[in-house]
């Protein structure tokens, strides 16, 4: 985006963001694009961005393996400096690039766990059969 002239804007847009940002859940995906919602403001030579992400993950469920789908909402801020400096990112020619901050927020936000429902029984350790479709009679419940 271009910053020259401007002190702050609002603005969103939608983040096809790449499946390899998907870091520890297993067979799952992006339902859909990530919202991303930026409230920027300039101030001097600093660049100043609030912002939104919404996701959807779709895996398989943590306990029972069929499934499940997990909707984050984050926010976060972010500084980006014309210079190296610690904790800000470097943005160039009146530019930023918010990629980069998007793509790890992904990662630092996302669940290590989504169940395809609050009280999902799992699988049985003795049979393997699904809990939640009824009990197999292994004493699971
Ligand atoms: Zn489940
Ligand atoms: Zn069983």
Known sequence: MKQEGLHSAEFAFEYSAPEELIISLPDAHF?????????????GKDVYADIDLT???????????ERAEGKVNHSFSVKFSLYEEEGAYLYKSGKIDLTLCV???????????????DDCKGLC?????????????????
């Open 103 to 117: 793509n790890e927020e992904i990662i630092i936000s996302q669940p290590t766990v989504i169940y395809c429902k």
């Open 55 to 65: 996701y959807v993950i779709s895996c398989a469920c943590s306990r029972c393996l």
């Open 125 to 141: 350790l003795i049979c393997g059969a699904n809990l939640n479709h009824g009990d197999c009679g292994h004493g699971n419940i």
């Open 31 to 43: 339902k859909g694009a990530v919202e991303v919602n930026a409230f920027v403001t300039l101030d």
